[in-house]
């Protein structure tokens, strides 16, 4: 199938030129604010003012930068929600178009995002563009600028992306792009005043789900002003998915906006003011589409395309209050908890405060919530029709996501990310325990006896998607049992004796990225040993086990170095943090590596018990069929034989 621009159906010819005219609308806006707040924004932070040109530029280059990744990030989202692949996996002419669309926004969001590096090192050097230009010096001022130094994982992310789109068609070539491209999203607003000052631990996950609920409703409002949906069922699958994604960034907003406001009145600073404005739109826009879709009506292109151009003054909105300090930073003095953890921990660690002290994570806690009630739903709907699913997969399944929600809510979190033992304790069970009962659970498995399959001329669902991946050459790859079983083993030494946990566990994102990091390759290690959805070519049941005892020995050995190492990991932190019922950091260390060497041996236990119980009921299977053979009369070994002289018979003719 050849695709072209031409084939891509009739364009609204409006949206383009007023699409323009709102950013440069909307862009002036953020001039006339930068210009007219530059040097108090300076003064009132204490910082050195590097000039009115270099600090408009962080404005205008922020908003820009911000819009084309939430464009390109939304553009990936729509295809993959709505594309109809070939035979050959390539997207349709629908989707082509915001393919293009994709290809165009990420290189601008290079360019841009490039750019946003020497400017922001400027800002945080105090001084002007050309000036940091001339003496040199960038490296000095990115290394003292998180912001500058995020600024450079989005420009790499970038170029990824727009490399990456110009080079594949393929449905399953941008489900892997969206994987960078979430990242480069994020890359900005969590090192800006997310993650700074109390509470940065809820802010910085808050603002992870809120960029990626804007970027997705704003690349539906563009695709759906742009092309006309072949079908109703696919229109109506658009507008649920700009509503989900309108609602999580009205929920995660108000969060925000409280947190970054506490202390203050909202319409006494312009941050306050201008974050009443930007939530206000973004609610009507999200009960204007909830409304249409109760009242059985589709979104129109035309208010499709008013809620684009509405959302490009939302961004813009979003850019000025991320570039400024937020009230809460002005009115509040930190203490090197507040800096570092982003709270206050009650007392030394115990039973009691462990389970107690609750810092509720919206990013994986929520996580955690939508898996257990989708679960749930899901036995729900296969009950109703009169299957059965085993007991033991939800009872797994269910333990499963509680745990997970435990580990990232409760104080186990909390004093993990002070704390070198107990985050080991909530690594353990994120990478060994947690990943084993929801393989157990066979999600897959549940979901492709639930949802429905597309039939005819439908557009394909949430039931092809996931066969797609679960059968893509990348999950395949991935799930080999020796590519898993080295990300597994290798990653525990690639996080923990590299410069990379000294970054890690200095910011929540950090803890975050670690967090998602060790339950996808734990996931992976043990779906190939005991794993009951359809997906990798598994091993025999002694290879099964021989792989799974043959990480012990690493386990053993990364546990005795962290218990004999001089040098403590992450102690430039710790030492910040210096928490005063730890009188030794080496002490702590060696605690979390005595708990990596012995708690490895639990999941062990569950995970023999379990391959043992499926060894035996694959035995008993091939018994009754034996038996049901010998009933009927057949015999395996004779029609074996008889079959093998046929073929010798054959072979001599």
């Known amino acids: 199938m050849s695709i072209t621009a031409s084939s891509t159906g009739s364009r609204s010819h409006w949206f383009a030129p007023a699409f323009g005219f709102a950013v440069v609308t909307v862009g002036a806006l953020v001039t006339a604010y930068s210009l007219a707040t530059a040097r108090a924004r300076f003064d009132v932070s204490g910082l050195p003012f590097p000039g009115t040109a270099t600090s408009t530029a962080e404005f205008i280059g922020y908003f820009a930068a911000t819009l084309a990744g939430a464009s390109a990030v939304g553009s990936l989202v729509y295809i993959i929600a709505t594309a109809a692949p070939d035979d050959q996996s390539r997207i349709d002419a629908s989707a082509y178009r915001m393919h293009l669309w994709l290809e165009r926004s990420a290189i ?100 992870i789900v809120f960029a990626v609920a804007i970027a997705i409703l704003f690349g539906v409002k563009i695709a759906a002003a742009v092309n006309a949906a072949p079908a109703e069922a696919l229109r109506r699958r658009i ?188 690594h353990m069970i994120l990478n060994m325990f947690i990943p084993v009962l929801l393989v157990l659970g066979a999600p897959v498995t549940l979901a492709l006896r639930v949802l429905p399959a597309a039939t005819g001329d439908q557009a394909p669902g949430a039931r092809e998607w996931i066969q797609w991946f679960v059968h893509s050459p990348v999950t395949k790859f991935l799930s080999h049992p020796v590519v898993a079983f080295v990300l597994f083993v290798g990653s525990l030494y690639l996080v923990y004796f ?98 990596a060497w012995g708690a490895s041996e639990v999941p062990v236990v569950i995970v023999v018990i379990a391959l043992v119980s499926q060894w035996a009921r694959q035995d008993r299977r091939a018994g009754a069929r034996q038996d049901r053979h010998a009933d009927t009369g057949y015999d395996d070994d004779l029609d074996a034989y008889n079959a093998m002289l046929a073929e010798l018979a054959r072979t001599r003719k």
């Open 108 to 207: 601008i969001w290079f360019c841009l995002s490039t750019g946003m590096i020497v400017v922001d090192a400027a800002n945080a050097a105090g001084v002007s563009v050309s000036e940091l230009i001339v003496k040199g010096g960038i490296g000095d001022a990115l290394g003292a600028s998180e912001s500058g130094r995020g600024w450079c994982v989005v420009a790499l992310v970038a170029l990824v992306v727009a490399i990456g789109s110009r080079f594949t068609v393929r449905w399953m070539g941008h489900v892997l792009l969206l994987i960078p491209a979430l990242i480069g999203l994020v890359g900005a607003p969590v090192t800006g005043n997310s993650g700074e000052g109390p509470d940065h631990d809820f802010a910085t996950s808050a603002v």
């Open 239 to 426: 507008q649920l998915l700009s509503v989900a994604a309108g609602a999580a960034a009205v929920l995660y907003g108000l969060g925000l906006t409280t947190l970054m406001t506490t202390g203050t009145s909202l319409i006494a600073t312009g941050y306050g003011r201008i974050a009443l404005v930007v939530m206000g739109v973004l609610t009507a826009i999200v009960l204007s589409d909830a409304f249409l879709m109760l009242t059985g009506r589709l979104l129109s292109r035309s208010l499709a395309a008013a809620g684009a151009l509405a959302l490009v003054g939302v961004i813009g909105g979003l850019s000025v209050m991320a570039v400024q300090p937020a009230p809460r930073f002005l009115v509040e003095k930190f203490t090197s908890w507040d800096v570092f953890l982003g709270y206050e921990l009650p007392g030394p660690p115990s039973a009691v405060n462990l389970l107690t002290y609750w810092r509720f994570d919206p990013l994986f806690g929520v996580a955690a919530v939508v898996m257990l009630v989708a679960y749930v739903i899901g036995i729900t709907r296969l009950r109703r029709r009169g299957d059965s699913w085993p007991m033991g997969r939800t009872v797994a399944w269910v333990i499963g996501s509680l745990t997970l929600l435990l580990a990232t809510s409760s104080g186990l979190r909390a004093y993990g990310s002070a704390m070198f033992s107990i985050h080991m304790t909530e």
């Open 498 to 595: 590299t410069p990379l946990f000294d970054t890690f566990v200095r910011y929540h994102w950090g803890h975050e990225l670690m967090t998602l990091h060790f339950l996808l390759v734990g996931y992976l290690y043990y779906w190939g040993i005991i794993g009951i959805d359809p997906g990798p070519k598994r091993l025999p049941f002694l290879g099964r086990l021989g792989l799974l005892f043959a990480v012990m020995p690493f386990h053993a050995f990364f546990g005795i170095a962290a218990m004999t190492m001089t040098d403590v990991m992450g102690g430039t932190f710790y030492g910040h943090v210096a928490l005063p019922w730890l009188a030794s950091l080496n002490d702590d260390q060696h605690l979390g590596g005595a708990i």
